[in-house]
């Protein structure tokens, strides 16, 4: 079955930058598409940014538009986030989700498949 582990996540200053990892075992990944979710403490979960299985992406919020961007290596089963330009408000805990449909939907309740977390904290 389809298990996915986020890893990546750390303590950062404002202004530095994490990559955070999405490794899939089980199936390969490239039958799905898979979103990064985030959510903080007291907030409700929401997306970040999606890929399809063709490559192609969407980013959710305009917050993170021009700093994250999600990239997939077929050859590692892996779907990454890159997050250059942190700011304390993206502070939180970092999902990765699959979806067999790959409609990449901005709403949690559509997906599936979820890894367990990994924490992002931007302070100085």
């Known amino acids: 079955q389809l298990q996915l582990v986020e890893s990546g996540g750390g303590a950062v200053q404002p202004g530095g930058s994490l990559r955070l990892s999405c490794a899939a075992s089980g199936v390969t990944l490239d039958y799905y598409a898979i979103g990064w979710f985030r959510q903080a403490p007291g907030k409700e979960r929401e997306g970040v940014s999606c890929i399809r299985r063709t490559g192609d992406s969407t980013t959710y919020p305009d917050s993170v538009k021009g700093r994250f961007t999600i990239s997939r290596d077929n050859a590692k089963n892996t779907v990454y986030l890159q997050m250059n330009s942190l700011k304390p408000e993206d502070t939180a805990v970092y999902y990765c989700?699959?979806?067999?449909?790959?409609?990449?939907?901005?709403?949690?309740?559509?997906?599936?498949?979820w890894g367990q977390g990994t924490q992002v904290t931007v302070s100085s």
């Open positions: 989700a699959a979806d067999r449909l790959g409609l990449c939907s901005s709403s949690s309740r559509s997906w599936h498949y």
